[in-house]
């Protein structure tokens, strides 16, 4: 009997109408061989821990499930802040949603699947380097309990792709919530099509939002669940220090999902301005500018809802994103500080923190980790991290302070103990550095996927020590931070 019919598949967005996809078969790839297949993710789907045959056939785009029916969706979406009507998803299909063991459905898409009608230029690959950092870093950040799709496969084959270099074709099959995107409101909003409109509000409001079935307004209640989980997921990048780089209305998820990772980087030196995708050349989607961003694309969204819901109505829930995000921000940080409670003069000592460390180019990750060691460690090697020792010893005098006044007037052993042990569970040792990528695919390229997996495992679990593994977690050489990331995946 087939994996497929032992799971629960349901392809309800092929049940919509016409004009919210077209039906394609995907094309495979040559001689497919898999890259990494996720256990974990599997078991919750019931899928089995040892990836065979079948699934490979299902993963390279060889043969289609009885129980799936892919379709590339259709959406449209302001790129670089110019609306691009032309959009939907010209490399991967929806292959319909698996329901969890707890009885939740995901998508599962096939990125890479090849050609559909929205591939305008494009080639409908995706290429073995991109996939990889996509997969990486969807299980990096779900490891770091940021809201974001997953990956559950990856498919590696001869097929030849041309980047800038001639490169292979990857399939990755990605699962999430949902693949409703923004964009996929604009579409229907700027071709005039209300009834598909309403349709679609309804559907997101049945599928993912079902407490606003009831309420008063529908419509107005899901725009503001869509505005609370998009400002506390750009406070979660911001506090881990996650660059997006193509922050467009099509990449944005209405379930608040870190969604479609591109030319993505964390930050390493603390740099309120670092740009990681090397063709925005405006910065548009510099690391400081994704909160108003956040706003710019909500108000992109509120504007395809407009038929919908009342000017004044989306003017008032449009005004509560910025609260939302610092307030999640002041959450996040305070936590990852080990402050309990909060002080008016808290933003000033996390200010003079980031100062601090734009100034002396310190890294972020390896700062608040060292931090969280303090118990066990001691203040110097917090120092070592800092050009300016002096200034990095005033700071740390006065952050001890802070933490004796969090304390009720002193620390003891045991609440410095306590502090630290939380705070290593809030700030990663390891996260996804550029250079590590470009290891691992490198290796991958010449058939070794030995790094992938050990990243792919260090990464699920960021905050646990796994002695062994030190370098994983240190410093980027200095090539590792010259490093240039395009938008070619
Ligand atoms: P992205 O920048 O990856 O979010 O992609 C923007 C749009 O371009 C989406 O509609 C993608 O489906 C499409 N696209 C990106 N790369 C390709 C490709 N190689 N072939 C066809 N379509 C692509
Ligand atoms: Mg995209």
């Known amino acids: 009997m087939s994996i497929w019919n032992r799971v629960e598949v349901t392809t309800r967005f092929s049940e919509l109408p016409s004009a919210f996809y077209t039906l394609v078969q995907p094309q495979p790839l040559t001689t497919p061989h898999w890259v990494i297949w996720n256990e974990d993710l599997a078991a919750e789907f019931g899928l089995p821990p040892e990836p065979n045959q079948e699934l490979l056939s299902t993963f390279s785009g060889q043969e289609v499930p009885d129980v799936c029916v892919p379709l590339a969706m259709k959406y449209a979406g302001h790129q670089f802040g110019m609306y691009n009507p032309d959009l939907g998803d010209g490399r991967g299909l929806l292959y319909g949603e698996l329901r969890t063991l707890h009885g939740q459905y995901y998508d599962l898409h096939l990125k890479?699947?090849?050609?559909?009608?929205?591939?305008?230029?494009g080639d409908g690959r995706a290429v073995l380097r991109s996939s990889i950092r996509e997969y990486l870093c969807s299980e990096a950040m779900a490891g770091l309990g940021i809201a974001t799709t997953r990956a559950l496969a990856l498919v590696g084959?001869?097929?030849?792709?041309?980047?800038?270099?001639?490169?292979?074709?990857?399939m990755l099959a990605r699962v999430a919530q949902t693949h409703i995107r923004f964009g996929h409101f604009e579409h229907f909003f700027y071709t005039n099509q209300m009834t598909e409109l309403a349709l679609l509000a309804d559907t997101v409001i049945d599928w993912y939002y079902p407490q606003c079935r009831g309420?008063?307004?529908?419509?107005?209640?899901?725009?503001?669940?869509?505005?609370?989980?998009?400002?506390?997921m750009i406070a979660d990048w911001q506090a881990v220090g996650f660059a997006h780089g193509v922050m467009n209305t099509d990449n944005m998820s209405?379930?608040?999902?870190?969604?479609?990772?591109?030319?993505f980087a964390f930050m390493e030196d603390y740099e309120?301005?670092?740009?990681?995708?090397?063709?925005?050349?405006?910065?548009?989607?510099?690391?400081d500018q994704q909160p108003s961003i956040g706003l710019w694309n909500l108000t992109a969204l509120a504007r395809a809802l407009s038929p919908l819901i009342e000017h004044s109505e989306l003017e008032r829930i449009l005004s509560t994103y910025e609260k939302t995000m610092q307030r999640r921000y002041s959450v996040v940080m305070r936590s990852k500080l080990g402050l309990k409670h909060s002080h008016e003069q808290d933003s000033q000592l996390f200010d003079d923190l980031f100062q601090l460390m734009a100034a002396n180019h310190t890294d972020y990750t390896r700062f608040l980790r060292q931090l969280s060691c303090i118990d066990i460690e001691g203040v110097q090697p917090i120092l070592d991290l800092v050009i300016d020792r002096e200034q990095a010893k005033n700071w740390v005098e006065r952050y001890l302070v802070r933490c004796a006044q969090d304390d009720g007037g002193t620390t003891s052993d045991d609440e410095l103990q306590r502090r630290c042990e939380f705070m290593r569970t809030k700030n990663p040792k390891y996260i996804l550095r550029n250079y590590l990528a470009h290891i691992a695919i490198e290796k991958a390229e010449q058939g070794d996927y030995s790094d992938v997996e050990t990243l792919a495992y260090l990464l699920a679990h960021p905050f646990e020590e796994h002695s062994g593994y030190e370098e994983y977690a240190s410093l980027p050489p200095q090539w590792g931070k010259e490093l240039e990331v395009s938008c070619s995946s």
Request: charged residues 20%.
């Open 112 to 121: 890479g699947a090849g050609l559909t009608p929205y591939s305008r230029m």
């Open 157 to 170: 084959s001869d097929t030849p792709v041309r980047r800038e270099t001639m490169e292979t074709g990857a």
């Open 215 to 232: 309420a008063e307004a529908p419509y107005a209640q899901m725009f503001t669940h869509i505005v609370e989980r998009t400002a506390h």
């Open 254 to 263: 209405i379930l608040g999902d870190t969604f479609d990772y591109g030319p």
């Open 272 to 287: 309120p301005g670092f740009i990681c995708n090397h063709s925005d050349y405006q910065g548009r989607y510099r690391f």
